[in-house]
Structures are given as C-alpha cells and as structure tokens.
C-alpha cells in the first residue's frame, strides 16, 4: 500500500476513509506509545535487557541521591538552667546539628530555674520565647530547626550517648560526632542525644559562629511589648528625677540611662565565692558597695544619670540597694518603677528576657565578667557596634559602652569591656574570665 495516498490523516485524527490507510496510522500510535511506555514498565517491574538495566540504574541512584538530600534531624534533651546558659545550649544544639548536616527538632527550654530536681522543671516551649519563623529566615543556610510535625517516620531513631567524665576529652567527642556523619548512622532520620545537658556538651565552635545562631533569636512580642513598658518607665521616672534639680528639657534628653547587673543575690553570692576558691581567684565576688563605687567612677559618665538595677528580686536578700549611691547617681529597681507586677506573673525565663532586653537597649551596661547574663549582652552589644561599623568600642566613646565592675578600671572606676570575636571557643562567656578585650588607657 501506498502511504502517500493517505491524505486525510490528520496527525493520526484517522480523517481518512481508507481502511488501510487506518490501520497505518494505528500502528504508527502503537510503535509511539511501546516507545515511551514500554521501558519505564520494564524497569519498575525489574525486566528487561542491558539496555534496560541502563535506565533502572538511572533511576537507582536518583533515588540515592534524595534519600541524601531528604530532611534528617537532630533531637536533644529539654534544656535547663538560667537563660543564658539556656541560649548557649541552644546555640551549641544547632552548632552539633549543622556539623551532623541535620535540621535541629524545636527543642524545649525550661521556664522554671531548677539546677538539681530536674523532674520539677517547668518546660516551656522554644517559640512561646523566640520567634520560629524569624529564627529560620534570619539563620537560613546556616542552621535551620524544625517542628516534630515535620518528621515523616517517628521511629526511624538512633540515640546517641553523649559522652562524659575527665575520659570523654574535646577530641573523643568531635571524633564521635565525625562519625556520626557518616553511614550507617546518616541513614536515620533521626539522631536523638541523651543523657546531658547541651550547656555542658564540649565546645567545638569559634565565638563567631554562636554570635551568628544569637542574632537569629528574636523575642516573641511579648516579651518585647513588657521590655517597651519597663524602659519607658526608667525615661519617665528618671525625667521627673532630673526635672527636680532644675534642668532642661534638653539636658534631660541627653542623660544616658545606665543599666546595671547587679549580682548580689544569695544564689550568685555562694557560687562566686567557691569559684574564687576554685580558680584561686579575688576578682569574683563584689559587694554592694564595690559596684555603687565603681559605677559612680565611671569615667565621661555625665551626671546626673539614670541608673536601672537589674537583680533577681525573688533570691535577693538586701533590701539597701537604691541607697547609698554618690550624688547625681539616680536608681531604680522594679518596685519603685512600678512595674514589679510585670515580673510577677511571668515564669523565671520570662522574667530574665524581659531584664536582659532592658538592659540591652541601654546607653551604658555594667555587670560581672564571670556572669553569663553579662557576658552575653557584652557579645550582643560588641557585635551591634561591629555591625554600625563602629570605631571606638570600649569607654564612653563607643556607642554602646559596656563595663566590668568585678575587676578595676580607671580611676577606681569599673574595666572596658567588648567581646573578643576571634576567640576559637567560647570559654570565657560560658565560664566567666578576668581577661576581657579591652585595655586600660595609658
């Protein structure tokens, strides 16, 4: 027969009146559809010839290769402790995720401060403290988390014991997390660490890389809404302080608002003074009087000046702390601001954010250098002045100047003090150190 006599076949619409010409077209569709359908039936049913198997290999290794790009996690223990050793232990969960190539599992902080009774820690969960969403836009490409909904198989888990002890070094337990990299420990979709604390996991990461995880923690705006309420309280009382010397409005405006960590409650007093003792140490440890006196001889601090006193009121056992203070020194603590009922009705970790954003947002912060409080907001305020491309970090020609009160200064006046950002771990914020950045004018 001959083809070309088929006219009318429209791209096989079989317009044609010609049986033959029909049954052309219908073989022509029938070598078309065993073209295209044909292998991939030979190679999902596992039949075929060489060719063939060219096509399942093909399709072997596609699937090898999302099973390596498919999500996988990092689970860790609820963290404990104060805040700040809460956001170290956050900070260093996701530093061991981001090393195993894992997405860390939300994980649960603890609203109650409980060092010992473990059982009686009240957990509070990550997002009713810090923004998830935000957390994960600000960190994307760096570290990542996730919500448990997230997981496709909840049971496919390996649990990983965590070393300790003088035995478990630095090396042993970066060796154990090189492996954990790799098969067959990769193959699950979940690594679950049990048995410690993340605050007391060895540190394997320079200062840089935990001050990257800290920028992506924003507030909920709760926490930040109490925070507005409590530093409008300072200004306002603080004017009305200032009006009474007869100044102007001016001047007033141009007071800086100085925040103050003052750590003399019963629970810091017993730790600085058995590590004095451990690190045979005598610039720990300072007494209301010392902090009063050093604030008071800050030097270029203009007077009078606004001073907020950031203690725990709960272990607080001196009730003296707003007398006593050199004159042109005007302090404030919770109650005479008024605002201690702000306080009161949320949990410790609450009450402690509220504080540190306070005192974050303040023109001058003195604390102690062996706090954890205090030696984040140095590394929280050292990286906004780095950010602005500030100059001047250290005394009262940096934007955002922060001291020691614990180790001398100029003038009998409190340290300079910024955050070293090339240290290779972060030892001295986890632990406190009397060697911080800044030196002593000449």
């Given at each position: 027969?001959?083809?070309?006599?088929?006219?009318?076949?429209?791209?096989?619409?079989?317009?044609?009146?010609?049986?033959?010409?029909?049954?052309?077209?219908?073989?022509?569709?029938?070598?078309?559809?065993?073209?295209?359908?044909?292998?991939?039936?030979?190679?999902?049913?596992?039949?075929?010839?060489?060719?063939?198997?060219?096509?399942?290999?093909?399709?072997?290794?596609?699937?090898?290769?999302?099973?390596?790009?498919?999500?996988?996690?990092?689970?860790?223990?609820?963290?404990?402790?104060?805040?700040?050793?809460?956001?170290?232990?956050?900070?260093?969960?996701?530093?061991?995720?981001?090393?195993?190539?894992?997405?860390?599992?939300?994980?649960?902080?603890?609203?109650?401060?409980?060092?010992?009774?473990?059982?009686?820690?009240?957990?509070?969960?990550?997002?009713?403290?810090?923004?998830?969403?935000?957390?994960?836009s600000l960190c994307k490409g760096f570290v990542q988390l996730a919500r448990y909904s997230e997981v496709s198989n909840g049971s496919d888990v390996?649990?990983?014991?965590?070393?300790?002890?003088?035995?478990?070094?630095?090396?042993?337990?970066?060796?154990?997390l090189r492996q954990f990299r790799n098969n067959p420990y990769d193959e699950y979709e979940i690594v679950q660490i049990v048995g410690k604390n993340?605050?007391?996991?060895?540190?394997?990461?320079?200062?840089?890389?935990?001050?990257?995880?800290?920028?992506?923690?924003?507030?909920?705006?709760?926490?930040?809404?109490?925070?507005?309420?409590?530093?409008?309280?300072?200004?306002?009382?603080?004017?009305?302080?200032?009006?009474?010397?007869?100044?102007?409005?001016?001047?007033?405006?141009?007071?800086?608002?100085?925040?103050?960590?003052?750590?003399?409650?019963?629970?810091?007093?017993?730790?600085?003074?058995?590590?004095?003792?451990?690190?045979?140490?005598?610039?720990?440890?300072?007494?209301?009087?010392?902090?009063?006196?050093?604030?008071?001889?800050?030097?270029?601090?203009?007077?009078?000046?606004?001073?907020?006193?950031?203690?725990?009121?709960?272990?607080?056992?001196?009730?003296?702390?707003?007398?006593?203070?050199?004159?042109?020194?005007?302090?404030?603590?919770?109650?005479?601001?008024?605002?201690?009922?702000?306080?009161?009705?949320?949990?410790?970790?609450?009450?402690?954010?509220?504080?540190?954003?306070?005192?974050?947002?303040?023109?001058?912060?003195?604390?102690?250098?062996?706090?954890?409080?205090?030696?984040?907001?140095?590394l929280d305020r050292t990286q906004k002045m780095i950010k602005i491309g500030a100059r001047n970090l250290c005394g009262m020609e940096a934007k955002?100047?922060?001291?020691?009160?614990?180790?001398?200064?100029?003038?009998?006046?409190?340290?300079?003090?910024?955050?070293?950002?090339?240290?290779?771990?972060?030892?001295?914020?986890?632990?406190?150190?009397?060697?911080?950045?800044?030196?002593?004018?000449?």
């Amino acid at each position: 027969m001959d083809i070309s006599n088929c006219k009318h076949l429209r791209f096989f619409g079989l317009h044609s009146k010609s049986l033959a010409c029909k049954c052309v077209a219908l073989v022509i569709i029938a070598l078309v559809l065993r073209a295209v359908f044909l292998p991939t039936f030979y190679t999902l049913g596992g039949i075929g010839n060489k060719n063939l198997f060219a096509f399942d290999n093909g399709l072997s290794m596609l699937n090898r290769e999302f099973s390596i790009e498919k999500t996988k996690f990092l689970e860790v223990p609820q963290i404990i402790w104060g805040l700040n050793n809460q956001k170290i232990a956050f900070a260093r969960a996701c530093l061991t995720a981001r090393m195993l190539n894992r997405t860390l599992l939300m994980p649960s902080l603890s609203a109650s401060l409980f060092y010992k009774e473990v059982d009686l820690l009240q957990p509070i969960s990550f997002n009713k403290v810090f923004q998830f969403e935000k957390f994960n836009s600000l960190c994307k490409g760096f570290v990542q988390l996730a919500r448990y909904s997230e997981v496709s198989n909840g049971s496919d888990v390996f649990k990983l014991q965590k070393g300790s002890g003088r035995r478990w070094t630095v090396e042993r337990d970066l060796d154990q997390l090189r492996q954990f990299r790799n098969n067959p420990y990769d193959e699950y979709e979940i690594v679950q660490i049990v048995g410690k604390n993340p605050f007391l996991w060895h540190d394997h990461w320079p200062v840089k890389d935990y001050a990257r995880v800290f920028e992506c923690l924003v507030w909920v705006q709760e926490i930040s809404r109490e925070a507005d309420k409590i530093v409008s309280k300072i200004r306002e009382f603080g004017s009305k302080e200032i009006l009474k010397v007869g100044l102007s409005q001016n001047v007033i405006d141009s007071v800086p608002y100085v925040s103050v960590h003052m750590r003399i409650e019963k629970d810091w007093t017993i730790h600085c003074k058995k590590l004095e003792q451990r690190l045979n140490i005598s610039e720990i440890c300072s007494s209301k009087e010392e902090i009063m006196e050093r604030v008071g001889n800050i030097v270029g601090l203009k007077t009078p000046a606004v001073i907020y006193l950031a203690v725990a009121d709960t272990l607080l056992e001196d009730n003296s702390i707003l007398t006593g203070w050199d004159e042109g020194l005007l302090p404030f603590e919770k109650k005479k601001l008024g605002v201690i009922e702000i306080y009161k009705k949320q949990p410790y970790l609450i009450q402690s954010a509220i504080d540190y954003e306070v005192c974050l947002r303040s023109d001058v912060f003195v604390g102690n250098s062996f706090s954890t409080f205090s030696s984040l907001l140095v590394l929280d305020r050292t990286q906004k002045m780095i950010k602005i491309g500030a100059r001047n970090l250290c005394g009262m020609e940096a934007k955002w100047p922060s001291y020691s009160y614990n180790l001398r200064g100029e003038s009998k006046g409190p340290h300079p003090w910024v955050t070293n950002m090339s240290d290779l771990n972060l030892q001295a914020i986890s632990y406190g150190s009397n060697h911080i950045s800044c030196e002593l004018s000449s």
